[in-house]
């Protein structure tokens, strides 16, 4: 997975988790970043979302050398 989240301040971008969804090894925890107002998913594998409840301040970690992003014209 090319997005992981961190409780650190570690050159992620900061935001606050609104949805974590179990599916079955792995939960998809989305996160409403801060600077962008964007609403971005992370695949965490094992008990890694344990504490990834809606409400969460974490930081967005990109590795940029994989990573898909695009733009959505709203």
Do not use: M
């Not at 989240?5 to 090894?25: E, H, I, K, Y």
């Not at 409840?53 to 695009?70: L, N, Q, Y």
């Amino acid at each position: 997975e090319d997005v992981r989240l961190s409780g650190d301040d570690n050159g992620g971008l900061p935001g606050t988790v609104v949805s974590r969804t179990f599916q079955g090894a792995s939960s998809v925890v989305t996160t409403r970043l801060d600077v962008l107002d964007t609403l971005v998913a992370a695949h965490v594998q094992g008990t890694g979302s344990a504490s990834a409840d809606p409400g969460t301040r974490v930081h967005v970690v990109i590795d940029g050398t994989r990573a898909v992003c695009e733009t959505v014209d709203v």
